[in-house]
Antibody, heavy 117, light 106 residues
């Protein structure tokens, strides 16, 4: 059974940094691209970033480009999102998701990031 | 950027009725259109991929159709557990984009 477990969310001040993590199990992690999708409170889904199976290719939404960095550790089945220069509009639940070739077939339960003074 | 527009924003129906949800793309996405279901407090769940293929474990009452710019998600006979928010997503180009969602309510 595929399981994705996010961690690392919390409160941070504007301009601050946070790293969220995702522990994957139940599939061969190094065979699949992975992504982050976020959802602001009461709002819809927004794709944030995707990383290829090997980690050599990364893609970002314009809203986070230059501030967020996606990475992975295939030896530990872990996915990461380093978030710098956080803004109030980055407040959201961040979901880790397994890519099925551009869309997402399994999702974690999400970790909440709140950016507030 | 490919913009996905879902309609209606809210759809009010009763159990047993047929639901028809629309997703229109601002440019062709071929058949690379995905549908998700999200219930309150839960993560999204993959329903339909590549416009018309049901994901594993999805009941046959869910079906998808369309290609190019116009897509439809149909629920043939609504069950109580189907009342949720539905999102479409394209995987043709970057950035990946989602529609704004359709809330299916009783």
């Amino acid at each position: 059974e595929v399981q994705l477990l996010e961690s690392g969310g919390g409160f941070v001040q504007p301009g601050g940094s946070l790293r969220v993590s995702c522990a994957a199990s139940g599939f061969t992690f190094s065979d699949y691209g992975m992504g982050w999708v976020r959802q602001a409170p009461g709002k819809g889904l927004e794709w944030v970033s995707t990383i290829s199976y090997s980690g050599t290719s990364t893609y970002y939404a314009d809203s986070v480009k230059g501030r967020f960095t996606i990475s992975r550790d295939n030896s530990k089945n872990m996915l990461f999102l380093q978030m710098n220069r956080l803004r109030a509009e980055d407040t959201a639940a961040y979901y880790c998701a397994k890519s099925r070739g551009g869309d997402f077939d399994h999702w974690g339960q999400g970790t909440l990031v709140t950016v507030s003074p | 950027e490919t913009v996905l527009t879902q309609s209606p924003a809210t759809l009010s129906l009763a159990p047993g009725e047929r639901a028809t949800l629309s997703c229109r793309a601002s440019q062709s996405v071929d058949s690379y259109l995905t549908w998700y279901q999200q219930k309150p407090g839960q993560a999204p769940r993959l329903l339909i991929y590549d416009a018309s293929n049901r994901a594993t474990g999805i009941p046959a009452r869910f079906s998808g159709s369309g290609s190019g710019t116009d897509f439809t998600l149909t629920i043939s006979s609504l069950e109580p557990e189907d009342f949720a928010v539905y999102y479409c997503q394209q995987r043709t180009d970057w950035p990946r984009t989602f529609g704004q969602g359709t809330k299916l309510e009783i």
